[in-house]
C-alpha cells in the first residue's frame, strides 16, 4: 500500500470519520473546516444498524456510551398535552430500532468524540476553505480561501448537502442532485421545565405543522418545527439572516397550540437557533479523477430517514477499506466505493414521500385520524413486534470486511 497525501473538506461526522481509518493505515491526512473551531453543536443524532457495528470497529462504543442521551421513547399528544400513543425504544438488544434507537447522541459531543479519537494523527485547519482545484496524472493542486494553495493525492468532499465540491465535478447540465419533499425544519434549544422528561413529545397542529421537544440534558431541551409548505420558496429560509429567519418561525407557528407560546417565547433569545430545508441528494456521480464525495455531499439521505449518521460512519468506512486496498489506483478505488455502498444508500433513502406527508397532516380531521390510528398500533404493540423481531435492518445489507493495510 502506498502512503496518500489526502484532503478532506469538511469537519462535521463524515470527514473526521474517514480521516480515522486514513490516519490508522499510515496516509498523512489534512482536514480543512471552514468554521473557525471545532464545531461541536448540533441537535440529536442517532446512530442505527451498521453505524452501530462501524462504532464497534472503531473501539469507540464505550466512549459514544458514555455521552448517550436519555430518551425512552416517543410519545404523540394533543393540544392539551394528553398522550395519545406512546412508542419505546427497543433496549432489548435484539431486532431493530424504533422511532427512538438505543443510541442517541448529541452532534456535538459525537462531533467530539471523532475528534478526540484523530486529532493526534490528523491535522486539523479550521477557519478555511477550498475554493477551486485542478488535477492532473499525479496530483491535485488545492487552492485554499486564505490564498493559499497545496498539492495533495486526493481530495474529499465531506462538505455538506449544500457541498461545493460536488457543485464543481457533476457533468455539464447534470440534473439537481435535490429531491425536495416540500418540508422545512427549525431547531434550537431552550431552558428545560420540570414537564420536559426523557419521552420525547410530537404534537401536529393544522397547517402542515408539527413540534417536537425532547430533552438531552438536566438544563436544556430541544425543540423542533417542522412545516410542510409546497408553495414556499426555499431560498427564503436559509437566504435571510437569522433574526428575520425566527420572524418567519413565529409567524407561521403563531397560535399553533399545545406549549408553542413557551416555545415561540424563548426561541427570541436562544443562541442555538438553526434551521433547514429538508431534503434528499441523490447524485449518479460520487468521483471524478481525484476528487471523490462522501457522507450528506454524495448521499444525505434527510432528517427523517434516521439513517444520515449512520449512512457517513458507513461511507467513511466502506471508502477508506477500498482507498487502502487500491492505493495505487484511486480511480478502481472510487468505482468499487461506489458498487460497493450504494445498494446500501439506495435502502435509506427509501422514503415515501407520500407517506412522510400523511404524517404531517393539514387539517384538525387529519390529526385526529393519525392520533386514533398510531394509538391503536400502540395498544396492539405493533410497533414494538416489529422491532422486537425483525431480524434484518435497511434491507440486511452487511457491512464488508477490509484486512489491516500493509504499507509500502
Not at 230 to 253: H, M, N, T, V, Y
Not at 300 to 326: K, Q
Not at 386 to 398: H, L, M, N, Q, V
Request: proline share 4%; net charge positive.
Amino acid at each position: 500500500m502506498s502512503i496518500l497525501r489526502i484532503l478532506i473538506c469538511g469537519g462535521g461526522c463524515a470527514g473526521p470519520a474517514l480521516a480515522f481509518w486514513l490516519a490508522r493505515a499510515g496516509h498523512q491526512v489534512v482536514l480543512v473546516e471552514r468554521f473557525p473551531a471545532l464545531r461541536a453543536s448540533g441537535a440529536q443524532v442517532d446512530l442505527r444498524a451498521q453505524g452501530i457495528e462501524v462504532i464497534k470497529r472503531m473501539g469507540l462504543l464505550n466512549a459514544v456510551n458514555s455521552k448517550l442521551v436519555d430518551e425512552a421513547g416517543v410519545s404523540f399528544v394533543n393540544s392539551q398535552g394528553e398522550v395519545k400513543a406512546t412508542i419505546m425504544a427497543n433496549t432489548s438488544g435484539k431486532g431493530t430500532q424504533s422511532l427512538t434507537s438505543e443510541f442517541e447522541i448529541m452532534r456535538g459531543d459525537f462531533v467530539r468524540i471523532l475528534y478526540n479519537a484523530t486529532k493526534d494523527n490528523v491535522k486539523y485547519v479550521f477557519g478555511k476553505t477550498v475554493e477551486l482545484f485542478e488535477e492532473n496524472e499525479k496530483e491535485i493542486v488545492v487552492h485554499f480561501s486564505d490564498k493559499t494553495s497545496d498539492t495533495f493525492d486526493l481530495l474529499v468532499g465531506a462538505d455538506g448537502q449544500g457541498s461545493r465540491i460536488r457543485k464543481v465535478i457533476l457533468p455539464a447540465r447534470s440534473p439537481e442532485p435535490y429531491q425536495r419533499l416540500g418540508i422545512y425544519m427549525a431547531y434550537f434549544f431552550i431552558p428545560r421545565t420540570e414537564s420536559d422528561n426523557n419521552i420525547r413529545r410530537t404534537y401536529h397542529a393544522p397547517g402542515g405543522r408539527m413540534i417536537m421537544r425532547r430533552t438531552h440534558n438536566q438544563t436544556e431541551t430541544q425543540v423542533y418545527f417542522i412545516l410542510k409548505d409546497d408553495s414556499l420558496d426555499a431560498s427564503l429560509i436559509p437566504g435571510k439572516d437569522i433574526e428575520q429567519q425566527k420572524k418567519f418561525w413565529a409567524k407561521r407557528f403563531h397560535n399553533a397550540g399545545w406549549q408553542t407560546d413557551r416555545f415561540l417565547e424563548a426561541m427570541k433569545t436562544t443562541q442555538s437557533f438553526y434551521c433547514q430545508e429538508a431534503l434528499q441528494v441523490r447524485s449518479e456521480t460520487w468521483h471524478k479523477g481525484r476528487v471523490v464525495l462522501l457522507g450528506d455531499a454524495a448521499y444525505c439521505p434527510s432528517p427523517f430517514s434516521g439513517m444520515g449518521t449512520t449512512g457517513s460512519l458507513v461511507g467513511a468506512y466502506v471508502l477508506a477499506g477500498e482507498i487502502n486496498r487500491s492505493s495505487d489506483d484511486l480511480p478502481g478505488a472510487f468505482k468499487k466505493y461506489d458498487k460497493t455502498v450504494r445498494p446500501f444508500i439506495e435502502e435509506i433513502q427509501k422514503i415515501n414521500p407520500f407517506l412522510l406527508r400523511l404524517g404531517i397532516p393539514d387539517t384538525a380531521w387529519g390529526i385526529a385520524i393519525l392520533h386514533f390510528v398510531a394509538g391503536l398500533l400502540c395498544y396492539l404493540r405493533i410497533p414494538y413486534l416489529i422491532a422486537r423481531f425483525s431480524e434484518t435492518e435497511k434491507g440486511g445489507w452487511k457491512l464488508p470486511d477490509y484486512d489491516e493495510p500493509k504499507q509500502v
